[in-house]
């Protein structure tokens, strides 16, 4: 029998199994491994750098300090996001897996927990390697098998089938921080970015919003702004056609945001106005070419000639493009799916678990961690953090709780 058993080798799960084994040596600790190397969600955030917290995250600073005890040096950027100074996801994995062997946890490849049983002492953890089950015993269980998003990574949303088993309330699970498909003409807008204020908009009226490089794709938009505002795009099962809800909200984007409505309709009109400029010159420096080809196709300005001989050219027009370049809208008609999701919204509800051990309060000795639970914080580390913080108290909790 293990002391303790963890499900998952990811950065929650392995956080996990390094404490429990600082705070007690003499644990015999296993973690189960879907995949067959460690971290393979890790590996692939931040772009393969490893965005591992964030300034405005509480307890970033105890992260750091984990990471330095690790031999992982992190910096920050502009924005306060922390990354290792080597900017490459796979030193903070070797870290990790290297502290594990040394701690002699055993780490178990291509077998994944697909049941948790309660027993007279312990639990019996039922383990597959797709062909052939196997029954485990464990003193205590954390389950940190992530949430839904990635599946090429490993996380199915095994976790939630094995905490309502168990009996624990489950909060719907749906992509958190994907790209955003909208209604409109992407085809001739793919591969161009911007920076923009974005706003998501529900039936009109403004819920949320943030700033940042905006990326048009051949199905809409992306960008990490716009990966945020994914997440307060909620749709309800069994609520009606899923693509009518979707339909409720849009995204605006304001691609000259250091500069008025006024401000910027009195720069067009003073470019209008330049000896021999042509159409094209009307919006020059402001947004790209492919991005001004648009704006003035949707407002019915042609692109060819000069200006002179375009007709319409009025300050109403002058006010239309500078409105339309403030508040480019966009209906939006769907999201990119699991794969493309960065985390989870939804999992096994906090109330069922003790925030400070990570204990389930239904099955004591039964532990949750990282993306398995219903936590989703925005692009920047917030959710690693998450991680970090909850796999460490989770394996310092069940350390002390097996003290003799």
């Not at 750098?49 to 990471?67: D, G, L, P, Q, S």
């Not at 000259?256 to 042509?278: C, F, G, M, Q, W």
């Not at 580390?381 to 909850?390: D, M, S």
Request: charged share 25%; net charge neutral; hydrophobic share 35%.
């Amino acid at each position: 029998m293990y002391d303790v058993l963890i499900a998952g080798a990811g950065a929650s799960g392995m956080a996990a199994a390094i404490s429990a084994a600082r705070e007690n040596p003499d644990l015999r600790v296993c973690i189960i491994e879907r995949k067959d190397t460690p971290g393979k969600k890790l590996a692939a955030t931040g772009n393969g750098h490893c965005n591992a917290t964030n300034v405005k995250c509480e307890h970033y600073k105890e992260t750091i300090e984990f990471f330095k005890s690790l031999g992982v040096l992190l910096k920050s950027d502009s924005d306060g996001r922390f990354y290792p100074y080597s900017g490459r996801a796979d030193a903070v994995i070797h870290a990790l897996y290297r502290e594990l062997r040394t701690l002699g946890v055993k780490v178990v490849f291509n077998h994944c927990v697909v049941d948790v049983l309660p027993e007279r002492e312990g639990f019996g953890i039922v383990v597959t390697d797709k062909q052939e089950d196997t029954l485990l015993h464990a003193k205590k269980v954390l389950v940190a098998i992530g949430g839904k998003a990635g599946p090429q990574y490993g996380t199915t949303g095994d976790g939630s089938k094995i905490a309502e088993k168990l009996g624990h309330r489950i909060v719907k699970v749906t992509p958190a921080l994907t790209a955003l498909e909208c209604e409109g003409p992407f085809e001739e807008l793919k591969g161009v970015r911007a920076a923009a204020r974005a706003k998501l908009l529900k039936d009109g009226k403004e819920i949320s919003g943030g700033e940042g490089e905006v990326q048009f794709n051949n199905y809409g938009l992306s960008g990490i702004c716009i990966l945020d505002l994914s997440r307060d795009v909620i749709i309800e099962s069994g609520k009606g056609d899923m693509k009518e809800q979707f339909r409720h909200y849009a995204v605006s984007l304001d691609l000259v945001k250091d500069y008025s409505e006024e401000e910027l309709t009195e720069i067009i009109h003073s470019n209008i106005r330049i000896p021999a400029a042509t159409a094209g010159d009307i919006l020059n420096s402001i947004v790209t070419d492919q991005l001004a080809d648009y704006v003035l196709a949707s407002c019915n300005v042609h692109a060819g000639g000069y200006v002179a001989d375009i007709p319409g050219l009025d300050e109403k027009k002058e006010k239309e493009l500078a409105h339309f370049l403030k508040n480019m809208t966009f209906t939006i008609t769907g999201a990119q799916g699991w794969k493309y999701a960065q985390c989870t919204r939804g999992g096994v509800d906090l109330r069922d678990i003790d925030k400070k051990t990570m204990q389930s309060k239904k099955v004591p000795g039964v532990y949750f961690s990282g993306e398995v639970t219903d936590y989703d914080g925005p692009c920047g580390g917030f959710n690693l953090q998450y991680a970090w913080e909850t796999g460490i108290k989770a394996g310092k909790a069940i350390a002390k709780s097996l003290e003799k």
